[in-house]
C-alpha cells in the first residue's frame, strides 16, 4: 500500500482540495486564510510538498488532488492497527468498543460490512 500519511495540518489542506476540486490556486489560498488561517506563503509551500509527495497536483494554477480521502482514510487506519494492535482488526475494534455501546444500526451496518469483506 502506497504511504499516505498526512499530517493533521496536511489533511485539513487536503481536505479544502477534496471538497473544492477543480480549484485554481488563487482560491485555495484565499480557502486556506479563510478556514485554517494561513499565509499565502504557507499555502504554496504545502501545496508544494503535497505535489511532491503525490498527493495533489498543481497544473497550469488549477489544484486536483491525486489520490483521494478514502485512500488517505485506508492507510491511515491500516497504519494505527498495524502499529498499535500488532495488525489485528479484532483486538482493534475490542478496544475501541470497550467503553462504548453499539446502536442497533451500527451493529447492522457493521455486520453488513464484515459480510461483505468476507465474501
Not at 489560498?29 to 499565502?40: C, D, P
Not at 488532488?65 to 491511515?76: C, K, N, T, W
Request: a negative charge; hydrophobic letters at 40%.
Amino acid at each position: 500500500m502506497e504511504e499516505y500519511k498526512l499530517y493533521d495540518a496536511e489533511y485539513k489542506f487536503a481536505t479544502l482540495v477534496w471538497e473544492h476540486e477543480p480549484l485554481n490556486s488563487g482560491e485555495l489560498v484565499r480557502l486556506a486564510s479563510e478556514k485554517l488561517g494561513w499565509k499565502k506563503s504557507t499555502t504554496y509551500t504545502v501545496l508544494r510538498k503535497l505535489c511532491e509527495r503525490g498527493i495533489l497536483n498543481n497544473s497550469d494554477a488549477v489544484v486536483t488532488s491525486a489520490v483521494s480521502r478514502e485512500q488517505v482514510l485506508q492507510y491511515e487506519s491500516a497504519s494505527v492497527i498495524e502499529k498499535t494492535f500488532d495488525g489485528s482488526l479484532p483486538l482493534f475494534l475490542t478496544a475501541f468498543l470497550g467503553r462504548q455501546k453499539l446502536t442497533a444500526e451500527e451493529a447492522s451496518e457493521l455486520k453488513r460490512i464484515i459480510e461483505e469483506a468476507s465474501e
